[in-house]
């Protein structure tokens, strides 16, 4: 088994493309990537592109609900959230990218009822039209997330394997 997914990651629009995964899940160490890249530089007419064996298989919800269901082992504090989970409130942006709604029920599903979606860069969109680059580690990716004045701030890069986090003080900065 392997996986591909197409991805813009944290870096700038130049630098959209995919991901190679190996059957571990994991993403492909450096030899068996360039042997991919090697491979695929020989491909001249990509309608004649050989067929792996089982052929292709796109992930469904069966997937989704197995991620989350994954998610939901992750040690917690539940005495927290059932303290805090309605009255904390949550902005949450994915960047433009594709971790808005599985990141969205993540967060319900732990408990988290005040989820303030950044509607501005909720739909995957590979230009990035609201930020320069798409990395959750620079402040300036939170600008309009600030504007909805939640508690805490969550953004993730357009393939979600990298998060950022802010919260507001009580003077009302992040």
Request: net charge neutral; proline share 6%; hydrophobic share 30%.
């Amino acid at each position: 088994y392997a996986g591909i997914m197409i991805t813009a990651s944290h870096n700038s629009k130049e630098y959209n493309g995919y991901k190679l995964y190996g059957e571990d899940g994991g993403q492909l160490p450096p030899k068996p990537a360039d042997e991919i890249v090697r491979e695929r530089q020989e491909v001249t007419d990509i309608f004649h592109i050989k067929k792996v064996a089982g052929g292709i298989k796109k992930i469904g919800s069966e997937i989704d609900k197995e991620y989350l269901n994954q998610v939901k082992t992750i040690p917690i504090n539940r005495d927290l959230i059932k303290k805090w989970g309605d009255k904390l409130t949550i902005s949450f942006t994915p960047l433009h990218g594709a971790g808005g709604d599985l990141g969205s029920k993540a967060l319900k599903e732990a408990g988290f009822n005040k989820i303030l979606t950044v509607k501005e860069q909720f739909k995957p969109d590979g230009t990035f039209p609201t930020v320069k680059y798409p990395n959750p580690e620079f402040h300036e990716v939170f600008k309009i997330s600030e504007s909805y004045g939640a508690d805490v701030e969550l953004a993730v890069d357009p393939d979600s394997d990298r998060m950022g986090v802010g919260y507001r003080t009580k003077d009302g900065s992040y």
